[in-house]
């Protein structure tokens, strides 16, 4: 079968670093992708990996091992809006994506 | 702006009552999506078009049903809502199927409650 694991709740101060990680395994592999969700509302986009390697945008950086089925979210200099859910998804061969149930992230000042 | 619209944000019905979610998008995408997502779970794909071309997944309920008259709308049928389908509906669209670094684009979701 297929799946994707995430820890189920994480949290973090203010200000501070936090790596949100993410297995996964799936038939075939075309991309993760991370998503943000705040409560009650739509997931929206973060980023894309497709090869191995971090990609940093701004205070978001996601990193990918193909080898490994793993990755990474690191989220620099937490703000109180960043606490949310971050959910992890992977495009299997078919171009289905498979989604974890993502982490919440909690926020403390 | 672009973007993916469902209406309503809150809908109500009764047990067994029928109720149609819908969705529209000005992406021009031609791929639509309908997730279920219950609290704390990750979103579960029901069915997906692309175009006219409609997929059911393998475990979707056959309560669940949905139509796509055009590009720009795709709506979701229950017909007999029973307590357990009381979740956020989440519609999303993408450019096509094998999606590359694109992501799906999502609506704000209709939450569902049964009564």
């Known amino acids: 079968g297929q799946n994707i694991d995430q820890p189920t709740e994480m949290t973090a101060t203010e200000g501070a670093i936090v790596q949100i990680n993410c297995t996964y395994q799936?038939?075939?592999?075309?991309?993760l992708f991370w998503y943000q969700q705040h409560a009650g509302e739509a997931p929206t986009f973060l980023s894309y990996?497709?090869l191995d390697g971090l990609e940093e945008k701004g205070r978001f950086s996601s990193f990918l091992s193909r080898s490994k089925g793993y990755s990474y979210l690191l989220l620099k200099e937490l703000q109180m809006k960043d606490s949310a859910s971050y959910l992890c998804?992977?495009?299997?061969?078919?171009?289905?994506?498979?989604w974890g149930a993502g982490t919440k992230l909690i926020i403390k000042p | 702006d672009a973007m993916v619209i469902q209406n309503p944000r809150y809908q109500v019905t009764q047990f067994g009552k029928p109720v149609t979610l819908s969705c529209s998008q000005t992406l021009n995408h031609n791929v639509m999506y309908w997730y279920q997502q219950k609290s704390s779970q990750a979103p579960k794909l029901l069915f997906h078009y692309y175009d006219k071309d409609f997929n059911n997944e393998a475990d979707t309920p056959d309560n669940f049903q949905s139509r796509r008259p055009n590009t720009s709308f795709c709506f979701l049928d229950i017909r007999s809502p029973g307590l357990g389908d009381a979740a956020m509906y989440l519609c999303a669209t993408s450019r096509d199927l094998e999606s590359g670094g694109q992501p799906q684009h999502f609506g704000d979701g209709t939450r569902l409650s049964i009564l």
């Open positions: 998804a992977v495009l299997d061969s078919n171009y289905q994506l498979i």
């Open positions: 799936t038939s075939g592999f075309n991309g």
């Open positions: 990996n497709v």
